[in-house]
DNA sequence: CCGTATTATTTAACATGTTAAATAGAGTAG
DNA sequence: CTACTCTATTTAACATGTTAAATAATACGG
């Protein structure tokens, strides 16, 4: 039987069934998936000192040049608490440093230190060589499935429902009864 | 273009870049896809008493029946130390309780009580009302897919390298250089 | 200009992730 | 049987995830 046709078959097969064994759920795969991949990068992140958060920030801030905490958050997937303690963290061991926002008192700018580019740069090239090796061990095209697959999956679910069935956020404005 | 043409016209850049860009990179969209289909499951579970982890906990104890706690930390993708804590939560709750194993008196076997029993019942009608709505949002065929790159990525980069790059785990009985 | 609602960030409290060390039972060579 | 080694689980310590509340600055209607 070809991928395609087992394909078909199990689509058809989903309609019937309850939900998929626990261990081969959408969001078991998710998980181990990413742990596979992860693992695959923490040993050297580890080497340089760097928890998987603090990489992801330090990334980030290189990548985009400073940034304001909120929109760190979002591009970090990391909710505000955590990147608070963490941009703490990176201050103290001078990896980052912040400066106040231009037009908002309230907001603080975030930039990566010399010290903090330097010892980012030491783990990049460790890390790009694991990515390289991701890469091949999957395939290019198999992996580009991948990248598509997943855009699309996180296009779709973060989009409101029609029906408004995940809980949409009340708009900026939001009109009261009268 | 068509689809395929893109795809592999990607293929083909991927060679000469250097890495992703940071927020399309395989870890990110493995977390924001996670992420994303998390959210439709929380509300749920949180308006039913359990956290992401406790309800992976009970739907592995629903499904496999009594468990060791070595191998409910393996199906869950859940460390020992994180797992521990969870069980000690879990029965303070009345939700699962432990016997000592029937071989070795190091090890607990885990169940579910009557009460943890009806409370994931009450919660699991709407997960699996998610489920199906998430299904239909991606499509049967795209969501086969998914399942299946996720499935051969995982066995990919869970199987050891040739060359061992992943750090492999020493085996059983390690024989010694002489 | 004032009071109020909104927004950016932080803190608090508890659950989990992660790594190392501690505990205790099981297995094994001698 | 004894000493040594492994193995299953727990504890400890620190980082992060998560939710709610606190702080402080901004925006806005009247």
Redesign the pocket.
């Given at each position: 039987m070809t991928r395609a046709a087992q394909t078909a078959k199990r689509a058809e097969a989903s309609a019937r069934e309850p939900m998929r064994a626990f261990s081969r759920s959408l969001p078991m795969l998710l998980l181990r998936a990413r742990?596979a991949v992860?693992n695959r990068f923490?040993?050297n992140l580890?080497d340089h000192g760097?928890?998987?958060?603090?990489w992801r920030?330090m990334r980030g801030l290189v990548d985009n040049g400073e940034m304001?905490?909120?929109?760190?958050?979002e591009d970090c997937?990391?909710?505000?608490?955590?990147?608070?303690?963490?941009?703490?963290?990176?201050e103290e061991r001078g990896l980052v440093s912040?400066r106040a926002?231009d037009?908002?008192?309230?907001?603080?700018?975030?930039s990566v230190t010399q010290e903090g580019r330097a010892l980012f740069e030491s783990a990049a090239p460790i890390s790009e060589a694991r990515y390289a090796e991701i890469t091949r061990l999957i395939g290019d095209e198999r992996l580009e499935q991948t990248y598509e697959l997943l855009e699309d999956l996180i296009r779709v679910l973060e989009a409101p429902d029609a029906d408004d069935a995940a809980a949409p956020k009340p708009q900026?404005?939001?009109w009261k009864t009268p």
């Open positions: 742990e992860m923490r040993p580890r760097f928890t998987d958060q603090q920030v304001q905490l909120s929109a760190l958050a997937c990391l909710l505000m608490p955590s990147l608070s303690r963490i941009i703490q963290n990176l912040r926002g037009n908002d008192q309230r907001s603080w700018v975030i900026k404005s939001a």
